[in-house]
Nanobody, 129 residues
Framework: QVQLAESGGGLVQAGGSLRLSCALSGGSFWLYGMAWFRQAPGKEREFVAAIVRDGVVRDGGSTEYTDSVVGRFTISRDNAKNTVYLQMNSLKPEDTAVYYC?????????????????WGQGTQVTVSS
């Protein structure tokens, strides 16, 4: 059974940085495309960033971001550590949310929640103004 465990959330001032980590267990990490979503209070869960599974060549590159984080957030993966990261720089109060890691064995990047089979429990990110 695939399990995902996020870490790295916390409280940070606006303009600061955080790095989230998500470790996958119970499966072959390189087979999974990985993504980060977030959910703010009273709002639906929304796509943040995604990275293709290992070995996939995709038009447009191996990563995808929602417009509001382009140039500030970077998703990456370390197949040796079975871990995906989300480096978040220049954080804004509107980035405050619970951040979720997701995984799927698709060959492409997906940006909707229903396309991901496995989910972590989430980690809270709070950005103060």
């Amino acid at each position: 059974q695939v399990q995902l465990a996020e870490s790295g959330g916390g409280l940070v001032q606006a303009g600061g940085s955080l790095r989230l980590s998500c470790a996958l267990s119970g499966g072959s990490f390189w087979l999974y495309g990985m993504a980060w979503f977030r959910q703010a209070p009273g709002k639906e869960r929304e796509f943040v960033a995604a990275i293709v599974r290992d070995g996939v060549v995709r038009d447009g590159g191996s990563t995808e971001y929602t417009d509001s984080v382009v140039g500030r957030f970077t998703i990456s993966r370390d197949n040796a550590k079975n871990t995906v990261y989300l480096q978040m720089n220049s954080l804004k109060p509107e980035d405050t949310a619970v951040y979720y890691c997701a995984a799927d064995r698709s060959l492409d990047v997906h940006t909707t929640t229903y396309e991901y089979l496995y989910w972590g429990q989430g980690t809270q990110v709070t950005v103060s103004s």
